[in-house]
């Protein structure tokens, strides 16, 4: 607020908070709380402690100096400059007390060289005095804001010489003092004007403020860079979700049409059925007609017929009594010929959608008599990872192993059960190699079966080995500098479905694109505020043709399409629902919304993909600096920067379990960032201080790690954030050694 309006509320600052009236003689505790020094001498009175004191206001406890003397609080002379400044703000309703005369009145003119008050009365006499002539003297009534501001900044005054100035500073003391203090009090002791000492202490103040700022900088850079990496993985989440929604449903679609064929079939039959037995059903009402004629005709003769009659030869009786053990044999016959309609579902079918994974693989082969099997194995297969069976197939009559039509399938079994069945996964018809891809879950001995429609493949089951797979760097790119494909703290990194790898920098405040090979592709941003522009861009995401980018000295998030063209932003410094106070991690949960971890509000807050504000995820005590929060099934996972441990809560905020502490062990973490979820379901966490990255199940069992501190291949230098690409391989960036690094 401007100075006039300070001035106009200067009410507010000049009342101790204990005794809820204006300061006498404020003290102020390291707290900055400051209060009436007789205040603080009724509190220690009535607590009966004389070496230590609780604030009134926020409870800390404090020692007090001089042995329990109150009084050696350091004077808050900025409360004092403001009592000085209210006589200002009070002249038109109680007047102003002269300084000479003691007489209230309402039109004063105030000496800023005197610092005091003087009526229009005594004022003639201060002007007629030779030394007083270069005095600065202006009336109240035409103060301007800068005045206000002067007697704000006028020295402080000794508490012990009313109107002596405070210009030393005791070395010995260590206190402010007047020039009767150093005669009197302080002789002897070493001095130095206070105006040398404010300086010379402003200046290692400063140095220190700026000292903590690149500091505070350097730390808010390295953890905004170490979440970025989560977010291309639940893009990648979705596109594969998405992928599998369309494969079943093509498979549904499929199945139904299966359906419908066997309805048109069922249709059809019954059509047929049916025209079959409504012919019977008329012929059979003929006849019913003809015996009705037959037995009226009967039933005439009998009654006029004699018994002569009746016995001698009639063709029309000998017919009726004929006709009788025919209907018996057709009345068989009928009942015999119901056509019956049964379903007998395809066993198998549901057999193999139960027990094999949905993706599918058609190969060529010759008859399976024909070929033998061996299987390379897993020499360093990963758990939790996607390993490799190498399965080759001879075939002495060097034709095509398989055809398109049947059906190549593995089956893994572990001690457990069947783990897995897939199909393969790349084939080489020209020497007979199929490789299959298997996702480890455990250690140990396996065997593979390999089948053709059904039929095991000469030599199969084979034993592999499944052992734990240590992570091998095959890739590094980027070295420190600014030029293009050059790299400065790199903080955040993600990957979208053609591989690309985007990475935020904080050193050189822009987002570079590179392939999967590390070679550059593009760019965009620079150090700024405006549109486009970034300071220390932190956590970042590809989602639906954009990249979200995590502003984090700026306070805000930005979009710009996948070409690096301004799209869209929101936030701003505060502690509003829709203001940050340093985004760092930021990810894309299953819904298509953005997660952003606000790390100094403490809180997790959710955004639809335009800006809109949906919800906010922690009370207090919840975090202490969430770093980054990512959504994977129906739990958000937080990883809790200086709490030095994993938390995880459903989706509705609520929370569940939290796993790791401080430390170097296995499971333990110093200062987690960025967290990523692999193809197998497992967390990787970068495990920042540690200079590592260790792996995870969901429930916070420790799987593995890898890194170690250092500057070589495989070692890190602080790594901040993972991005998983689509062959599996773990894309890791490196702060402090200013690279990515790739792994398999």
Same mark, same amino acid.
């Given at each position: 607020?401007?100075?006039?309006?300070?001035?106009?509320?200067?009410?507010?600052?000049?009342?101790?908070?204990?005794?809820?009236?204006?300061?006498?003689?404020?003290?102020?505790?390291?707290?900055?709380? =400051?209060?009436?020094?007789?205040?603080?001498?009724?509190?220690?009175?009535?607590?009966?402690?004389?070496?230590?004191?609780?604030?009134?206001?926020?409870?800390?406890?404090?020692?007090?100096?001089?042995?329990?003397?109150?009084?050696?609080?350091?004077?808050?002379?900025?409360?004092? =400059?403001?009592?000085?400044?209210?006589?200002?703000?009070?002249?038109?309703?109680?007047?102003?007390?002269?300084?000479?005369?003691?007489?209230?009145?309402?039109?004063?003119?105030?000496?800023?060289?005197?610092?005091?008050?003087?009526?229009?009365?005594?004022?003639?006499?201060?002007?007629?005095?030779?030394?007083?002539?270069?005095?600065?003297?202006?009336?109240?009534?035409?103060?301007?804001?800068?005045?206000?501001?002067?007697?704000?900044?006028?020295?402080?005054?000794?508490?012990?010489?009313?109107?002596?100035?405070?210009?030393?500073?005791?070395?010995?003391?260590?206190?402010?003092?007047?020039?009767?203090?150093?005669?009197?009090?302080?002789?002897?002791?070493?001095?130095?004007?206070?105006?040398?000492?404010?300086?010379?202490?402003?200046?290692?103040?400063?140095?220190?403020?700026?000292?903590?700022?690149?500091?505070?900088?350097?730390?808010?850079?390295?953890?905004?860079?170490?979440?970025?990496?989560?977010?291309?993985?639940?893009?990648?989440?979705?596109?594969?979700?998405?992928?599998?929604?369309?494969?079943?449903?093509?498979?549904?679609?499929?199945?139904?049409?299966?359906?419908?064929?066997?309805?048109?079939?069922?249709?059809?039959?019954?059509?047929?059925?049916?025209?079959?037995?409504?012919?019977?059903?008329?012929?059979?009402?003929?006849?019913?007609?003809?015996?009705?004629?037959?037995?009226?005709?009967?039933?005439?003769?009998?009654?006029?017929?004699?018994?002569?009659?009746?016995?001698?030869?009639?063709?029309?009786?000998?017919?009726?009594?004929?006709?009788?053990?025919?209907?018996?044999?057709?009345?068989?016959?009928?009942?015999? =010929?119901?056509?019956?309609?049964?379903?007998?579902?395809? *066993?198998?079918?549901?057999?193999?959608?139960?027990?094999?994974?949905?993706?599918?693989?058609?190969?060529?082969?010759?008859?399976?008599?024909?070929?033998?099997?061996?299987?390379?194995?897993?020499?360093?297969?990963?758990?939790?990872?996607?390993?490799?069976?190498?399965?080759?197939?001879?075939?002495?009559?060097?034709?095509?192993?398989?055809?398109?039509?049947?059906?190549?399938?593995?089956?893994?079994?572990?001690?457990?059960?069947?783990?897995?069945?897939?199909?393969?996964?790349?084939?080489?018809?020209?020497?007979?190699?199929?490789?299959?891809?298997?996702?480890?879950?455990?250690?140990?001995?396996?065997?593979?079966?390999?089948?053709?429609?059904?039929?095991?493949?000469?030599?199969?089951?084979?034993?592999?080995?499944?052992?734990?797979?240590?992570?091998?760097?095959?890739?590094?790119?980027?070295?420190?500098?600014?030029?293009?494909?050059?790299?400065?703290?790199?903080?955040?990194?993600?990957?979208?479905?053609?591989?690309?790898?985007?990475?935020?920098?904080?050193?050189?405040?822009?987002?570079?694109?590179?392939?999967?090979?590390?070679?550059?592709?593009?760019?965009?941003?620079?150090?700024?505020?405006?549109?486009? *522009?970034?300071?220390?861009?932190?956590?970042?995401?590809?989602?639906?043709?954009?990249?979200?980018?995590?502003?984090?000295?700026?306070?805000?998030?930005?979009?710009?399409?996948?070409?690096?063209?301004?799209?869209?932003?929101?936030?701003?410094?505060?502690?509003?629902?829709?203001?940050?106070?340093?985004?760092?991690?930021?990810?894309?949960?299953?819904?298509?919304?953005?997660?952003?971890?606000?790390?100094?509000?403490?809180?997790?807050?959710?955004?639809?993909?335009?800006?809109?504000?949906?919800?906010?995820?922690?009370?207090?005590?919840?975090?202490?600096?969430?770093?980054?929060?990512?959504?994977?099934?129906?739990?958000?996972?937080?990883?809790?920067?200086?709490?030095?441990?994993?938390?995880?809560?459903?989706?509705?905020?609520?929370?569940?379990?939290?796993?790791?502490?401080?430390?170097?062990?296995?499971?333990?973490?110093?200062?987690?960032?960025?967290?990523?979820?692999?193809?197998?379901?497992?967390?990787?966490?970068?495990?920042?201080?540690?200079?590592?990255?260790?792996?995870?199940?969901?429930?916070?069992?420790?799987?593995?790690?890898?890194?170690?501190?250092?500057?070589?291949?495989?070692?890190?230098?602080?790594?901040?954030?993972?991005?998983?690409?689509?062959?599996?391989?773990?894309?890791?960036?490196?702060?402090?050694?200013?690279?990515?690094?790739?792994?398999?």
């Amino acid at each position: 607020m401007d100075i006039k309006t300070f001035v106009d509320n200067i009410h507010e600052h000049v009342c101790c908070p204990v005794c809820m009236t204006r300061f006498t003689n404020p003290k102020q505790f390291p707290c900055l709380h =400051s209060f009436c020094l007789r205040c603080l001498q009724r509190i220690q009175q009535t607590s009966g402690i004389r070496d230590t004191i609780s604030c009134p206001e926020c409870r800390r406890k404090f020692r007090i100096p001089g042995n329990g003397n109150l009084n050696a609080f350091p004077t808050n002379f900025r409360i004092n =400059s403001l009592l000085d400044a209210l006589p200002v703000t009070e002249c038109k309703t109680s007047g102003i007390k002269c300084g000479n005369c003691e007489k209230t009145s309402g039109e004063s003119t105030y000496c800023f060289t005197c610092c005091s008050f003087w009526c229009d009365d005594c004022l003639p006499l201060h002007n007629r005095i030779k030394i007083f002539k270069e005095h600065h003297v202006l009336a109240l009534k035409d103060f301007r804001d800068e005045d206000f501001e002067n007697i704000l900044k006028q020295p402080a005054f000794c508490g012990k010489h009313e109107k002596k100035e405070l210009e030393l500073l005791c070395q010995v003391c260590k206190i402010s003092i007047c020039s009767v203090c150093a005669l009197t009090d302080h002789e002897g002791h070493a001095k130095i004007a206070l105006e040398d000492a404010a300086k010379e202490r402003k200046s290692r103040i400063t140095a220190a403020i700026e000292s903590k700022k690149r500091r505070a900088l350097e730390k808010m850079t390295r953890i905004a860079k170490i979440d970025e990496n989560c977010i291309k993985i639940q893009e990648q989440a979705v596109t594969v979700k998405t992928n599998v929604k369309q494969f079943v449903a093509s498979l549904m679609t499929a199945i139904e049409a299966k359906q419908n064929e066997i309805f048109d079939a069922v249709e059809n039959k019954v059509k047929e059925s049916l025209e079959f037995l409504m012919e019977q059903k008329h012929a059979i009402e003929e006849e019913v007609i003809t015996h009705k004629t037959a037995i009226e005709k009967t039933e005439v003769i009998l009654k006029r017929s004699t018994s002569a009659q009746i016995v001698q030869p009639n063709e029309f009786l000998d017919k009726v009594i004929q006709e009788e053990g025919e209907e018996e044999y057709l009345a068989v016959c009928d009942g015999e =010929s119901l056509t019956t309609f049964v379903f007998e579902g395809n *066993e198998e079918l549901f057999h193999d959608i139960n027990s094999n994974q949905i993706g599918c693989f058609f190969a060529t082969k010759t008859s399976s008599k024909d070929s033998s099997a061996e299987g390379k194995g897993i020499s360093e297969g990963t758990v939790g990872l996607e390993a490799e069976i190498v399965v080759t197939t001879r075939n002495s009559r060097k034709e095509r192993c398989y055809q398109e039509h049947d059906r190549v399938t593995l089956e893994i079994r572990t001690l457990g059960g069947r783990d897995s069945a897939t199909k393969p996964q790349i084939q080489d018809d020209k020497d007979g190699t199929y490789k299959f891809s298997y996702f480890a879950k455990e250690t140990g001995t396996c065997q593979a079966s390999v089948k053709v429609n059904g039929e095991h493949v000469r030599g199969s089951p084979f034993e592999v080995q499944v052992k734990r797979r240590e992570f091998r760097p095959v890739l590094s790119f980027g070295h420190h500098g600014s030029d293009a494909g050059m790299l400065s703290i790199p903080c955040g990194v993600t990957v979208n479905d053609k591989d690309e790898i985007a990475v935020s920098e904080a050193g050189n405040h822009r987002v570079q694109i590179f392939a999967s090979d590390g070679s550059y592709l593009r760019s965009f941003g620079k150090k700024g505020n405006q549109q486009g *522009e970034f300071n220390s861009p932190a956590g970042i995401a590809f989602h639906n043709e954009k990249i979200i980018v995590a502003d984090c000295c700026n306070n805000r998030v930005q979009l710009f399409s996948n070409e690096g063209h301004y799209f869209n932003q929101f936030g701003g410094e505060g502690s509003g629902d829709h203001q940050f106070r340093f985004p760092y991690g930021l990810s894309i949960d299953s819904d298509g919304n953005i997660i952003v971890a606000d790390s100094s509000s403490k809180l997790i807050k959710i955004f639809s993909l335009d800006g809109r504000f949906l919800r906010r995820i922690g009370t207090e005590g919840s975090f202490s600096f969430p770093f980054h929060c990512i959504q994977h099934d129906n739990y958000l996972i937080v990883s809790d920067y200086v709490d030095h441990c994993i938390k995880v809560l459903n989706r509705e905020g609520e929370f569940l379990y939290k796993f790791g502490k401080r430390g170097k062990g296995d499971g333990q973490f110093d200062f987690p960032g960025c967290l990523s979820v692999d193809r197998a379901g497992h967390l990787l966490v970068c495990d920042s201080a540690n200079h590592r990255v260790q792996v995870f199940k969901l429930s916070g069992e420790f799987v593995t790690k890898f890194g170690a501190h250092g500057t070589r291949a495989g070692e890190f230098n602080k790594p901040c954030s993972t991005a998983v690409l689509c062959d599996g391989r773990i894309v890791v960036c490196d702060f402090e050694n200013h690279c990515v690094q790739i792994f398999s």
